[in-house]
């Protein structure tokens, strides 16, 4: 089944502490999103990648980093300057073109110990 | 910036009863607008999408319609389900190439 796989579905972290979110495709899609959701304020963007080796910052990407060495693949660092990591982190991609859909994965849920 | 507005946050009927889901969006030039489902605790599930060029979508019971110069679309269910009930997000894709995503709207369809 081709799609994409968030892992873990649950995690926590200790102050001070990084923490990585993993997310793979085997849609060979090009471009690859990482969004952030807090209860009552939607989906906001932390970084993006539309092709291999390159990503760029979306709008609230501070105390997060990002890379892009396979196309599969697009792992997310929470570090220890984001004081406020709790939330509901969603996986996306979608192929190139401005009229493809976009996919998501099942999210990773990161808590705060 | 590009802003997309979703009201009412939360909306709940009888089942049987057909609705309409509003979003409006302020991009002129936007590429195509999506709308999504999400269910407790899980990931977004698109359910249609349409280009900018555009004016309707349809995919069993759902419709979705497009109106670039209101800066507007709406997604209608026909015959609404308790299985229904879940968060509808959309989201519009512009020059950017970032999708902005309302916040969404909660519906519960009551048995």
């Known amino acids: 089944d081709g799609g994409i796989t968030q892992s873990p579905k649950y995690l926590f972290r200790k102050e001070g502490q990084n923490v990585t979110l993993s997310c793979e495709q085997n849609?060979?899609?090009?471009?690859m999103y990482w969004y952030r959701q807090d209860p009552g304020q939607g989906l906001r963007l932390i970084y993006y990648s539309q092709i291999v080796n390159d990503f760029q910052k979306g709008d609230i990407a501070e105390g997060y980093s990002v890379s892009r060495e396979k196309k599969e693949s697009f792992p997310l660092t929470v570090t220890s300057a984001q004081k406020n990591p709790t939330a509901f982190y969603l996986c996306?991609?979608?192929?190139?073109?401005?009229?493809?859909?976009?996919?998501f994965g099942s999210g990773t849920q990161l808590s705060v110990l | 910036k590009q802003e997309v507005t979703q009201i009412p946050a939360a909306l709940s009927v009888p089942e049987g009863e057909n609705l309409v889901l509003n979003c409006s969006f302020t991009d002129s030039a936007i590429y195509n607008l999506q709308w999504f489902r999400q269910d407790p605790g899980k990931g977004l599930t698109s359910l249609l999408l349409?280009?900018?060029?555009?004016r309707e979508q349809t995919s069993g019971r759902l419709n979705a319609s497009l109106d670039k110069s209101s800066g507007r679309s709406t997604l209608y269910i026909a015959a609404s389900q308790p299985g229904d009930s879940a968060t509808y997000l959309c989201a519009e894709y512009g020059a950017n190439s970032k999708l902005t995503f309302g916040k969404g709207i909660t519906l519960s369809v009551r048995p």
């Open positions: 996306a991609s979608k192929a190139t073109g401005s009229h493809e859909k976009l996919f």
């Open positions: 849609l060979n899609h090009d471009a």
């Open positions: 349409i280009q900018s060029s555009q």
